[in-house]
């Protein structure tokens, strides 16, 4: 199918082939590739594309250096990376901390893919650390 011009519907079909071939870049080199925001005009159309190492566990490497030298100041423990709980009948693991985020700083993924970005004080509530 050829395309005349980009759109919503068309960019949407183009992301995912975009990141089922990066699969194989992925497999290959054993990193994590993203496919991030993207801005269009109708004749062109730019991908942010986000690409991490890994660590041994599959883990990406700059995630969880950020988490070891930030979580002390959100009252999370190193162990506290990669614990799961339940979101909105989901089951979510803690994969990171933005410090840019500052409402909503540490990142969790669903089982679904999706990423999530938490509180502190919601994480410390959900892992049992925190009476409020």
Known sequence: MKIEKFNKVNLK????????????VEKEYGVSAEIGNCSYQDHEVT??????????SGTKKQDFKEFVLWASSYGLDVEDFGKTFIHR??????????RRRWRY????????????FFSPKYI????????D
């Open 89 to 98: 009948g989901l089951q979510v693991e803690i994969v990171g901390l933005n």
């Open 47 to 56: 991908f942010k594309l986000k690409i991490s190492l890994l660590d041994e």
């Open 13 to 24: 079909e183009i992301r995912a082939k975009a990141l089922a071939a990066l699969s194989d």
């Open 105 to 116: 700083p540490i990142k969790a993924v669903g089982v679904d893919g999706i990423s999530w």
């Open 124 to 131: 410390l509530k959900v892992l049992g650390k925190s009476g």
